[in-house]
């Protein structure tokens, strides 16, 4: 069924999945083995509705009864207990009964990353707070699975991944002080051994889920090496068996911009037991704690939290996408609907077109494993592709809110319509695990120290291979080239430039390489599209994005013959059959 934004009222109420077919070609795209594709359907078809009914009303609610912490009870006893409005603790809720925490225990089998990272897109779309709160469960559960002590990994596991909402635990991740920030090197917290556990002591600035039952915290043993590779990597329960606290103490809940129902603080830590992430056995817990790796555990943590961030940024931007479309839908200025006028539909399509970019990179994360690629290449191409898919998706998404307000003009600016929310949310993910200048370091750190831009480029390659016999495919793929022969030359003059020089230019690069992998993922998508029906949408799509984002226009492309918004509007943002020889 395609999309009538004429027909609906307002788009909470709506099925999310029924009225995106993009997602629905994504699925079938990277879904190629049947039983995963009809995983997808069953488990992304059911949450659908779930979101775009009960969960997004809900988030409306959340959003003005923010969370609150109360320090003291009524005897003057400390209790450090976070208030949460109903709305929100019966989102997570419903999300707990639906298997959010517990997929593969749901399915019976392994699940694609590409299904989870569908169900955080729709979720998303109604609140990226919820998706920060469980999403960092997720993340907490993986650590403990793999790095926590046998004494203790099936219980929190159990409790991690339970389906019942009463017994379900949740989990946080603690990395940042007041003095360091970005520079976690420069952290002080530290772990002190205490027979076959550890105590931790500091404090803690920017703790989301601070109420959560375990966190994920980094802290520097003591004699380790300053630096970041004398930290770390510490599980911490927030209660002791008996229920008192484990040395564990909220100092204050942060007044937010955005993304309010989730609890960010101050944390202080005083004597907080703790289990070593990194041996299986107790007794090998201090040469763990001193092999320079506990950062690297953290920032398995850290890099899936990234990945879940740029779908962040993509379930606002295609919610902002939604609230447009409705709105220029019904809106009339001068006896007609808004969305017949030239730049409002080109408003729309780029909004659309850019969205779909950032879903082609940002999914590919998540499946460049398929089809038995080599284990070292799919390790390089995740760790060049998730930092840039995170710089662009939450980047662009920041823009597509502040864009589409504006569509919804007056009403947009009003608290009682759903784009300021939006907008404000949006402005928290290019923040969240790494600015925008960190993460292009990062991108920099990944191509000096592994080499990860030369299997971007192979992949990018194949892109073009792929593209070559299509016709309608012919000049977004020449600019695809184009661009991947300046990238070449562009990490040539780098490579011998001043580290000064490779700085400046670092986030030049990294936005070059992610028009790059966008433009190339979008060869993909088209024609895999003409190959399997001769639908010729997807190469609209692919041409639309490389003359914005890759080739050099005359005039500023007033005198482009391109008519794509005219004569394409509806099979554009309606998910039409567009037809090869229309396009060629």
Known sequence: MLPDYAAYEEAIGLDWYDVDPNLRFTLDRLLPDPGDRALAEEVVGEYGPLVGGPIARRAEVTDKHGPVLRSWDHWGRQTDEVAHHPTWLESKADLVRHGYTSLEQRAGRPVPGVVSASLNYLLCQAETALVCAMGMTNGAADIVARHAPDSVRAD???????????????????????????????????????????????????????????????????????????????????????????????????????????????????????????????????????????????????????????????????????????????REQWAQRIDRYPLVRETLVDLLVD????????????????????????????????????????????????????????NGYMNDWPMARQLRDAQCHPIWEGTENIICLDVRRAMRGEGAHEALLGRIERS???????????????????????AREAIAYLQGADDDVQLLHARRMANLLADLSEGAVLLDEAAWSLERDGDARKALIAGRFARSHLEHLPVRGIVDDDRTVL??????????????????
């Not at 779909?356 to 290449?377: H, I, K, L, Y």
């Not at 059959?577 to 229309?582: L, N």
Request: hydrophobic content about 45%; some cysteine.
């Open 156 to 330: 929190v596991i159990a409790r991690l991944t339970s389906t019942d909402p009463d017994a379900a635990w949740e989990g946080g991740m603690f990395l940042t002080e007041r003095q360091g920030g970005s520079d976690v090197g420069a952290n002080t917290t530290t772990a002190v051994e205490d027979g076959d556990e550890w105590r931790l002591y500091g404090e803690k600035f920017f703790c989301s889920n601070i109420d959560a039952e375990v966190f994920i915290v980094l802290a520097r043993p003591q004699d380790a090496p300053p630096g970041a590779r004398g930290l770390g990597t510490f599980i911490v329960p927030r209660l002791l068996p008996d229920g008192s606290p484990n040395g564990f103490r909220m100092r204050r809940l942060k007044p937010k911009m955005g993304t309010v129902g989730v609890p960010t603080g101050e944390v202080v830590l005083d004597g907080a037991k703790a289990w070593l992430a990194g041996s299986s056995r107790q007794s090998d817990t201090g040469d763990a704690a001193r092999d320079g790796r506990g950062l690297n555990r953290m920032m398995e943590m850290v890099n899936g939290s990234r990945f879940g961030v740029a779908i962040m940024g993509l379930g606002i931007h295609r919610r902002s996408f939604l609230e447009a479309a409705i709105y220029a839908a019904h």
């Open 567 to 584: 004569d394409f509007f509806d099979p554009l943002i309606r998910y039409g059959r567009v037809e090869a020889a229309d396009v060629a």
């Open 464 to 486: 073009l291979d792929a593209a070559g016999p299509h016709e309608p495919l012919a000049r977004a793929a020449d600019a695809v080239a184009g661009n991947l022969k300046e």
């Open 355 to 410: 969205l779909e970019a950032g879903m082609a990179m940002t999914f590919e994360c998540a499946a460049v494993g398929r089809g038995g690629a080599d284990a070292e290449e799919v390790r390089l191409l995740r760790r060049i592709l998730i930092p840039l898919a995170k710089m662009r998706a939450t980047r662009t998404a920041l823009g597509a809110a502040s864009t589409s307000l504006e569509v919804l003009g007056g």
